[in-house]
């Protein structure tokens, strides 16, 4: 199958032409970088993770004032991953260009 770059991207021609514009939504994307990009799925891994360890602190009735601390570090790390996410998104949509 014919592949096309995009940014740093090397895509199949039938899947960026999927609908009648030849551009993808935003779920199309995201789901075709968990398949392409190895730091896009890296990224999301490591955003569940993240999200079960803060999920377990919150699960205490009370917080030392060491695991607030630790929380909001979990926190700040959780939109820094989503954050990268997101980068890498507008990024592909900026480069999606066929040419």
Not at 35 to 40: A, C, I, L, M, Y
Not at 85 to 94: G, N, Q, W
């Amino acid at each position: 199958m014919e592949k096309v770059r995009i940014g740093t991207f090397y895509l199949a021609k039938a899947f960026i032409f999927q609908n009648r514009r030849g551009t993808l939504k935003e779920q199309e994307i995201v789901e075709l970088l968990k398949k392409e990009s190895d730091e896009f799925r890296k990224l999301i891994e490591e955003h569940r993770s993240l999200d079960t360890v803060l999920a377990e602190i919150d699960s205490k009735r009370y917080l030392t004032p060491e695991e607030e601390v630790e929380r909001k570090k979990i926190q700040k790390q959780k939109l820094m991953k989503k954050d990268r996410m997101a980068a890498i998104v507008r990024d592909f949509k900026k480069n999606h260009s066929l040419n």
